[in-house]
C-alpha cells in the first residue's frame, strides 16, 4: 500500500474554483461563503490496515476511517450523508462518494512535494494544494 507519501498533516496554500465545486454539491450561498475563507489543515495517518483522514478548520472539523477498497458511510463538512469508497490508483488516492443518485470524486496526488487535490462533480473541477505543514 503505496499511502506513505501522504502521511502527516497538510495545510491549504491555494485553491482554485472551490465555490462552483460546492454549488455543484448543492452547498447553500451562506456555508460557501464560510467555507470558501477557511484555510483547513488535514492530517492522514495509517494504523494497521486503516487510514483515517483528520480534516481541521475554523468551520468544522471531520475523521473518516477507512481501509482501502472497502465502501463505508461518512458525513461529510457540509452535511451530506455518503457511500464512500477509496483506493489507490498508481499514487493517486481516488475516493467516491456517492449519495442520492449523485457522485463525486476527490483525487489525492503527492506532486513535488505537495498533496493536489482535485475534486470533481459533473464538469465542475476544482484544484487545491496542500502542503506538509
Given at each position: ?40 489543515s ?17 468551520l ?74
Amino acid at each position: 500500500m503505496m499511502i506513505e507519501p501522504f502521511v502527516g498533516t497538510w495545510s491549504l496554500v491555494s485553491s482554485e474554483n472551490f465555490d462552483e465545486y460546492m454549488k455543484e454539491l448543492g452547498v447553500n450561498f451562506a456555508t460557501r461563503n464560510i467555507a470558501g475563507l477557511v484555510k483547513p489543515s488535514v492530517n492522514i495517518s495509517v494504523n494497521g490496515g486503516k487510514v483515517t483522514i483528520r480534516t481541521e478548520s475554523s468551520l468544522t472539523n471531520t475523521e473518516i476511517s477507512f481501509k482501502m477498497g472497502e465502501e463505508f458511510d461518512e458525513t461529510t463538512a457540509d452535511n451530506r450523508k455518503v457511500k464512500s469508497i477509496i483506493t489507490l490508483d498508481g499514487g493517486t488516492m481516488i475516493h467516491v462518494q456517492k449519495w442520492l443518485g449523485k457522485e463525486t470524486t476527490i483525487k489525492r496526488k503527492i506532486v513535488d512535494g505537495k498533496m493536489v487535490v482535485e475534486c470533481t462533480m459533473n464538469n465542475v473541477v476544482s484544484t487545491r494544494i496542500y502542503e506538509k505543514a
